[in-house]
Each structure stands twice: as C-alpha cells, then as structure tokens.
C-alpha cells in the first residue's frame, strides 16, 4: 500500500453508524486507567528499565496559566491575569525536573521536546530562558532533537518569536480554531484575521523548521459555508502542519463550555458536512491525511516518516522520533515509559507539597503488562501507518513461543469482520490493512483491540467523529 498517495473516503453512512465516544489513544491503555495505587516506586523501576536499555528520551514541561478562558478548551488549566503566579511555579517545575533527572542516565539523549499549556508565552522571555536552560543543564539532548513549544498569538510579537527561535525552538503551533469573528467571539478568543497572519508572517521570518495552526470544527454558529472560508484561509497562511478537532461538547467536565450557547452548536449532519469539505479541500491543496486530525503537507516529516513507516505516537501527537520515554513536568502532566504511565498532581498546591516534601509529584499511574504492551503495539502500528504486518508483532514479542498473531487475537479478527464487511479494514493472511473508508474511523478499528472499553463509561470520551 503506498501511503503517500492515500487519502481519507468520506461515507457519511458509515461515519454516522460509528461515531461513538472513544479513546483518542495518544497512549494505550488510555490516561483514563490511571490509579493512586500506582505511583513513585513504579516510576523508578521504570526509569531504572530505561537506563539500563539507554532508551531515547522525549520531555515535556506544562504551562497551565492562561489570562483569559477559551470556552471551548478541554485542557487543564489555571486562568489568572495575576502574573506572579509564573515565578514560583517555574521554580518549582525546576525542582521537578532537577530531581527526575538525578534517576536518569546521562547517556540518554533527548530527541523531542515540547511544551504546552495552558499558554507557554504567558511566561516572560527571562522565565521561559530560566526553563530552557534548565532543560540543558539537566539532560543530553541531540543536536537534531525537535524542540516545538504552543503560543496564544494574542500574547506575542516578532521580537517574542525571535527570542524563542534563538534559544533553541525549531518548532511551533499556535491555534486558530476559526477566522469567523462571531464564532471568535463566542468562544472568548478574539483573533483578528491581520494578526494571524502577521504571527505566521514573523514564524516564517525567524525560520521555524515547521508551523503547526490547530482549527476546531462543531463550534456555536458554525456551518460549512463558514467554515469553508476558515480553511480557505489557513490554505492560504501556508502552514507546514495542520491539526483539525472535532469538539467535544463536555459542561459536566469542562464548565467554562457552560458559556457557549448549546442551541447555537450545529448539528451531526451539519459537522459531518463541514467535516467531508475539509477534508476535500485539503486533499485538493496537497495536504496529506496523517492520521486523526492530523494533516500536512507531502514534504513535511511527518508525510515522509509516514510513507516509510517510521512514524510514531505518544501523548505529544504524532512525530518522526523512534520510540522513546516521555518525561513530563509540571501539574497535571503525563509521563510515559515503556512499562508504567503516571500522572502528576492536578491541584497547584498539591504538586508544591509533594516537591516540598522530597517526593516525586506524583498522584496516580498504571502499569503495563506484556499484554498490554502488546495491544499498546498493535494499536500504534494501525494508527500510524494504516498497517499492520502480523510477523512484526511476533517477532517483536515472541508470540511464535506462545501463540501466533492469528491465535493471540482470534476474537478481536472475529469483531474485526464486521467493519471489514463495511469496508474499514482488509483482513489478509499476513496483515491488517485499513482502507481509505475506514482512516477516519481509525479510533473505532484500535477499539476492538481494547479490553478496558467494557469497563468505561462512554461519556469519559469525545465523539469518534
């Protein structure tokens, strides 16, 4: 299957028969399997696994402030104009990263870096410098590493976007959502079409390696006449990377979308027509569907890392990077070994405390077993190259010990015929292949390879389409 010239078949038959609430699966098991029994030991034992495999790493630092709320946002995040809140968290995200990488070994290098919010540019320039170098003081990282931070282009000038290309950001992504000014305004996020483009025009100027914008489709007041001029016009900003998410409309979790006017949100048939023209419309401007929301253009890496097959997933979204451990800083993070997750503190006093008191910050975690990093494999390998070859998976983890790939999934082969018969997948002898059908639905193909979906309740997800 040559997976440069695919592209994404839009059957709104079938988008309406699956488009129930699943995991994302930026990991599996997803983050909702994250307990309290499961915390500091675990991460240790993890780490010393790493060590002793000089396992690559991947970091990622969170900036959960924000000086006003998007009413749309599903992240965790804390809203304050009241800036001193920046210092003594960045001291304390300091000591987080000080006292993880005291259990790492030197010898591991840093390929990705990334840090995200909330609004990394609500720290100053001097702030953000303290961060970064305590990143360099503290880890290896490559000379070729990906070093990619998010802004709110509502906060930042050219000098700003110099500053973060000289310290050492060879990427960025900042969010759009929509160019509609009535929809900008009922999410809380003015954004002035000429300011837009005068952040890409000063990314572009300071060299970026890649631009990343994010838009977000089912927002009150849009339509795909509406929307069609939005994506007309982030064709026309010419970004390197585009990412396109359908929004969750979750009050019951996210209260700030209590705001947003629930009569003015269109319709199933209405965001599945918006949907199919943007995808039309950039597969008819040479973006390529990488995978979820995900596009990008044919000479992007992550086109080309697709076509090889070496793309790759983890909590960051799709990169080029081998498999590696992500470490990650800050309240309410995610960090990801090959064998155990966990998740820091949510609450802002917590994770002081815990740093205070000589510990990890650590609330809550899960750890892998061999099943589970089997399906973990299976699942990233269908999400990332829309194939999957059944003696990788043997061989990787031995199962010609055991059972082979046909006998180790002889039920989930059984609950994959169904979606085979409605064109999502070809099932061979030696390999899965997901169609063009079914790429879109890519979350319902890794779902039948997920035995914790049983024990979920479905509103703990966003909508598959």
């Known amino acids: 299957m040559n997976l440069t010239s695919q592209t994404v078949v839009f059957n709104t038959d079938l988008l309406n028969k699956y488009d129930k609430s699943l995991p994302r699966y930026t990991s599996y098991p997803p983050a909702t399997e994250l307990k309290t029994k499961v915390g500091e030991q ?3 034992a993890g780490i010393a696994t790493g060590n002793h495999k000089k396992t690559p790493l991947s970091l990622y630092c969170h900036i959960p402030f924000c000086e006003s709320a998007c009413y749309f946002c599903g992240c965790n995040t804390i809203i304050t104009r009241n800036k001193k809140v920046a210092p003594p968290y960045v001291d304390y995200l300091i000591k987080d990263i000080e006292r993880t990488a005291e259990l790492i070994s030197s010898d591991r290098s840093v390929n990705q870096i990334h840090w995200g919010g909330g609004t990394p540019n609500y720290l100053d320039q001097s702030q953000i410098d303290q961060l970064f170098t305590a990143l360099v003081k503290n880890f290896n990282i490559d000379k070729d590493a990906e070093i990619s931070i998010e802004i709110n282009p509502r906060y930042i000038d050219r000098n700003f976007i110099f ?3 000289s310290i050492g950001f060879n990427r960025i992504s900042f969010g759009i959502q929509d160019f509609d000014p009535k929809v900008q305004q009922v999410i809380n996020r003015i954004q002035p079409e ?9 990314m572009r100027e300071a060299e970026f390696e890649s631009v990343n914008v994010d838009l977000i489709y089912g927002l009150p007041y849009q339509n795909r006449h509406t929307f069609e001029k939005t994506v007309k016009k982030t064709i026309e900003l010419n970004p390197d990377r585009i990412a396109v998410f359908n929004f969750a409309y979750i009050p019951w979790i996210k209260p700030a979308q209590k705001n947003l006017p629930v009569e003015e949100l269109p319709n199933a048939s209405e965001k599945l027509a918006m949907l199919q023209m943007t995808i039309e419309e950039f597969n008819r401007n040479d973006y390529l569907y990488i995978g979820m929301d995900h596009f990008a253009k044919p000479n992007d890496e992550l086109s080309i890392a697709q076509a090889e097959g070496q793309l790759h ?5 799709y990169t080029t990077k081998p498999e590696s451990d992500l470490f990650a800083f800050g309240m309410t993070s995610i960090s990801m ?3 155990v997750y966990v998740q820091n503190h949510k609450g802002i006093k917590d994770y002081y405390r815990a740093l205070d008191e000589g510990h990890l910050p650590i609330e809550k975690g899960v750890t892998l077993s061999k099943d589970d990093i089997i399906r973990r494999a299976v699942i990233m390998e269908l999400m990332c190259q829309s194939q999957l070859y059944k003696n990788r998976i043997e061989e990787k983890y031995n199962l010609d010990f055991d059972l082979d790939f046909d006998e180790y999934f002889a039920q989930e082969l059984i609950d994959l015929k169904p979606l085979e018969a409605d064109g999502l997948i070809n099932l061979f002898p030696d390999r899965l292949e997901v169609t063009n059908s079914g790429r879109w639905l890519i979350r319902n193909i890794a779902a039948v390879f997920d035995p914790y979906l049983k ?10 389409i």
């Not at 997933?313 to 979204?317: D, E, K, L, M, P």
């Not at 024990?455 to 598959?464: I, M, P, T, V, Y």
Request: hydrophobic letters at 40%.
């Open 194 to 202: 000429e300011m837009l483009f005068n952040v890409m025009g000063w």
């Open 455 to 464: 024990g979920r309740k479905e509103q703990s997800f966003s909508k598959a």
């Open 42 to 44: 675990e991460f240790r």
């Open 313 to 317: 997933r983890n909590f960051q979204g």
């Open 337 to 339: 070994l090959q064998d």
């Open 163 to 165: 500053f973060l290309r």
